[in-house]
């Protein structure tokens, strides 16, 4: 069989891994981005940025790949045109979507022959509705079909997320166009749904809304724990044996960050106030207690400091989340801006991250290669990313080269027994939702 000719436009971490997995499956992909340097980076062979895999599947796949900034070749050599560009919060929270509307004038002014248009980017629910109503003219020459294949990867995972779905969602007009896009998706065995645009959309939304929703109730009833002298560890265990709860998404911490969960809540709640005259008002509590999060952190830290001014702080880790370089949302950012403007001086390292948060950050913080060099006369250190490794430290080593003893885990990395060992040594232990400090 020949193999599916497929165009990406937009080669951030959803269409680039889309497309070197597309090419996996043995698909010929051209991927397009506007971003000359991330083309000329990946003309070469090389990944634009850091995510487990992708360098082996760029390598494996360099025949079924090719990468260019001309819209036009991808238009051209493609049936099928993956949107993945991004839509970014506006001022209001609501999904900016001009990249979007670019790419499909785009497409409107060079299709000449048939086209299924996947889009990938998360938008509001009625965009492909909106794009339908555009398109008509294509649309009725049988020239243009618009799906909507909304993607669940999780970055540092999305290799393995794209390979082994959970599920495939393929919204449609009807599912005979649906099944152009099911297709490319036949090797995979878990449930392809076909359904409607709107449904498609709406479940992408409802997906990442209830996982921030998960982790903002975690943390809710952290904060409890903590007034109350109970363990959210123990407690999340426990309340996760329930099978209709499940254990996933409840850990507690600083909340979430990256690029996509704080974006979709927010165009969520924007959508409902100001498209549907709908109030929202769990999604907007989730909002809130993620905000607020590292301040309360941050609070209980000041009752054992004291006083901000003049400490030095030992952060380990920067990026949203571990097994990536991906500095959007971080809330080790919260923390940092925090942290220096009550007269604080931070030293920090991540084992991925060093260079991105570097360029945001500039001089503001010093930022180190060496996990060590963030102990060296600090008055605290404060795990803000749960990198495994942090867990294989030589925490003596690190004890030895602090001013104070206080080890703040803001991602609740330890457990009862780690905490004990870290006790022992003669720290001062500081979780989220823990209260168990030996030393209190
Ligand atoms: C998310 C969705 O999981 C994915 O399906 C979607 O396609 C894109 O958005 P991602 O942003 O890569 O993926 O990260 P995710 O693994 O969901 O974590 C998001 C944030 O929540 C991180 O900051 C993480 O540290 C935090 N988190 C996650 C918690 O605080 N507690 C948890 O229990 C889980």
Not at 416 to 433: A, N, S
Request: proline residues 4%; hydrophobic residues 40%; negative net charge.
């Amino acid at each position: 069989m020949k193999p599916n000719k497929i165009g990406i436009i937009g080669c951030g971490y959803v269409g680039l891994i889309t497309g070197v997995c597309l090419a996996d499956l043995g698909n010929q992909v051209i991927c397009h981005d506007i971003d000359q340097e991330k083309i000329r980076i990946l003309q070469q062979g090389s990944p634009p940025f850091y995510e487990k895999g992708l360098q082996d599947f760029l390598k494996r796949n360099q025949d079924r790949l090719t990468f260019t900034t001309s819209i036009d070749q991808v238009i051209q050599d493609s049936d099928y045109l993956f949107i993945s560009v991004g839509s970014p919060s506006t001022k209001t929270g609501a999904a900016d979507t001009r990249a979007f509307n670019q790419v499909i004038d785009q497409i409107q002014k060079r299709v000449t022959n048939p086209k299924v248009i996947v889009i990938k980017s998360t938008l509001p629910v009625g965009t492909a509705q909106r794009i339908k109503q555009q398109l008509k003219g294509l649309i009725d020459q049988g020239l243009i079909d618009v799906i909507s294949n909304p993607e669940f990867l999780r970055e540092g995972n999305s290799i393995y997320d794209f390979m082994n779905p959970d599920r495939i969602v393929i919204g449609a007009e009807s599912n005979q166009q649906a099944k152009k896009a099911a297709r490319l998706y036949d090797s995979f065995t878990c449930p392809i749904l076909l359904v409607s645009n709107e449904d498609a959309e709406l479940i992408k939304y409802a997906s990442n809304n209830f996982l921030a929703t998960k982790i903002s109730f975690i943390n809710e009833i952290a904060n409890i724990c903590q007034q109350v002298g109970a363990d959210i560890l123990q407690v999340a265990y426990g309340i996760g044996l329930d099978h209709r709860i499940g254990h996933h998404f409840l850990q507690a911490g600083l909340g979430f960050g990256g690029p996509c969960l704080n974006k979709d809540l927010q165009a969520m709640i924007s959508f409902s106030k100001n498209q549907i005259n709908y109030d929202p008002h769990l999604l907007e509590a989730v909002l809130k207690i993620n905000d607020l999060q590292p301040g309360r952190l941050l609070h209980q830290i000041k009752k054992l400091l004291k006083d901000f001014k003049g400490q030095r702080f030992g952060l380990l880790g920067l990026s949203f989340k571990p097994g990536t370089s991906d500095m959007r949302n971080a809330p080790s950012l919260n923390l940092i801006s925090a942290l220096l403007q009550e007269g604080a001086e931070i030293i920090a390292y991540d084992p991925k991250a060093n260079l991105e948060a570097g360029n945001i950050l500039k001089n503001q913080i010093q930022i180190v290669d060496d996990p060590y060099l963030v102990s060296e006369n600090t008055s605290a250190i404060l795990i803000a990313t749960e990198w495994p490794e942090f867990c294989k430290l030589d925490y003596q080593k690190i004890f030895n080269n602090m001013k104070e003893p206080l080890l703040i885990d803001g991602r609740n990395i330890f457990d009862k027994d780690d905490i004990e060992k870290l006790e022992q040594i003669g720290f001062q232990y500081l979780g989220v939702g823990r209260n168990i400090s030996l030393n209190d």
